[in-house]
């Protein structure tokens, strides 16, 4: 049991290109959440999605772009870099169907940097 | 807007009870009290939750005022590996998925040999 993976851990970007982040866990769980954390911040919520072939904007979901084709994968795009959307990508997921609590778990995290 | 206020910084002495309080006045009736931590460079990690009564696992305990205006998260023994950010946020048990996680500045651990 994995947990919460994320694919890469690292990637360097020049300003302009597109790339594709990859969240996948493996608890059945039905919603799954993209979350950016900026130096000395708390997270913020990019992309969320309750459901395999749904998905909803967050608090800052401009430039950023997410699809969920499966349920156990959530993936974050990000179609033109921006030197701003230099981050750490945090992916999370949560419920069990039929479960009383939506507790979120975290993946390792993804560093991006865009010069 | 986080819902919740923590002191910016605490030390603990290793083998210490580290105790860590938040502050939570305008909790509705139906928001449990949750704590995460985030050790440096790590994603978060989630510790314990509670409504009103008192709560322990085996990671922490979490104290829970009779008004629940305040909590208490308590580490019984701190180890230097517990040196992280901590995170009180309030909110639904089960939200549907659609009521993300809030988080704020939190508090920053420091253990100390």
């Known amino acids: 049991n994995a947990g919460v993976t994320q694919t890469p851990k690292f990637r360097v970007l020049k300003t302009g290109q597109s790339m594709t982040l990859l969240c996948a866990q493996d608890m059945n769980h039905e919603y799954m959440y993209w979350y950016r954390q900026d130096p000395g911040m708390g997270l913020r919520l990019i992309h969320y999605?309750?459901?395999?072939?749904?998905?909803a904007k967050g608090e800052v979901p401009d430039g950023y772009n997410v699809s969920r084709l499966k349920k156990q994968n959530f993936l974050l795009g990000l179609e033109s870099a921006a030197p701003s959307q230099t981050s750490v990508y945090f992916c999370?997921?949560?419920?069990?169907?039929?479960?009383?609590?939506?507790?979120?778990?975290f993946g390792p995290g993804t560093r991006l940097t865009v010069l | 807007d986080a819902k919740t206020t923590q002191p910016p910084s605490m030390d603990c002495a290793e083998g210490r009870a580290a105790n860590l309080p938040c502050n939570h006045s305008t909790i509705s009736g139906n928001e449990y009290v949750y704590w995460y931590r985030q050790i440096h460079s790590q994603g978060p990690q989630y510790i314990i939750h509670g409504l009103k009564n008192n709560e322990t696992n085996e990671m922490a305990s979490l104290i829970i005022t009779e008004d629940r205006k305040s909590s208490t998260l308590i580490l019984p023994h701190a180890t230097l590996r517990d040196t992280a950010v901590y995170y009180c946020i309030v909110r639904p048990l089960l939200n549907s998925g659609n009521t993300p996680l809030v988080f704020g500045k939190g508090t920053r651990l420091s253990v100390i040999a």
């Open positions: 999370a997921s949560s419920y069990l169907p039929g479960g009383s609590t939506d507790t979120q778990y």
């Open positions: 999605s309750v459901g395999e072939g749904t998905t």
